[in-house]
């Protein structure tokens, strides 16, 4: 009879100490695991208990949640991302250029700054 009154018994929720805490928080912010793994790993029941002690004892911003749940990039794929980024800032600047090139031939505007000789040379005197 006490066999039958256990299998009814939920766990009880665990109180863990603030070192515990601050020890599991640590090792998540260092990249050590996941949060998932530490509740793995330490025997979390919470599915967000972790989550909850990162936003409170931890150091990250997480007004910016995605910045925290990007993967770590290899070396080539950062690589094509700052080349794809590179390729983007050319397209841009292309633009930007045809725009203004645009701008001059109709409308009669001067928008780029022209450099005389005496300006540079002017210049090139005070930063001695």
Same mark, same amino acid.
């Given at each position: 009879?006490?066999?039958?009154?256990?299998?009814?018994?939920?766990?009880?929720?665990?109180?863990?100490?603030?070192?515990?805490?601050?020890?599991?928080?640590?090792?998540?912010? *260092?990249?050590?695991? $996941?949060?998932? %793994?530490?509740? @793995?790993h330490?025997?979390?029941?919470?599915?967000?208990?972790? +989550?909850?002690?990162?936003r409170?004892?931890?150091?990250?911003?997480?007004?910016?949640?995605?910045?925290?749940? *990007?993967?770590?990039? $290899?070396?080539? %794929?950062?690589? @094509?991302?700052?080349?794809?980024?590179?390729?983007?800032?050319? +397209?841009?600047?292309?633009?930007?250029?045809?725009?203004?090139?645009?701008?001059?031939?109709?409308?009669?505007?001067?928008?780029?700054?022209?450099?005389?000789?005496?300006?540079?040379?002017?210049?090139?005197?005070?930063?001695?």
């Amino acid at each position: 009879m006490k066999d039958k009154t256990n299998k009814g018994n939920k766990r009880t929720q665990r109180d863990y100490n603030l070192g515990f805490k601050l020890a599991v928080v640590s090792q998540v912010e *260092k990249g050590e695991m $996941t949060y998932k %793994q530490a509740q @793995k790993h330490y025997g979390i029941q919470g599915r967000s208990t972790v +989550l909850v002690w990162l936003r409170k004892h931890g150091t990250l911003d997480w007004s910016k949640p995605n910045l925290f749940m *990007k993967s770590k990039e $290899t070396p080539a %794929q950062k690589i @094509k991302r700052l080349e794809r980024e590179l390729d983007d800032e050319k +397209l841009k600047n292309k633009i930007l250029n045809t725009m203004i090139d645009i701008s001059d031939s109709q409308y009669g505007t001067s928008i780029r700054k022209k450099f005389s000789s005496q300006q540079s040379n002017a210049s090139g005197k005070n930063k001695k």
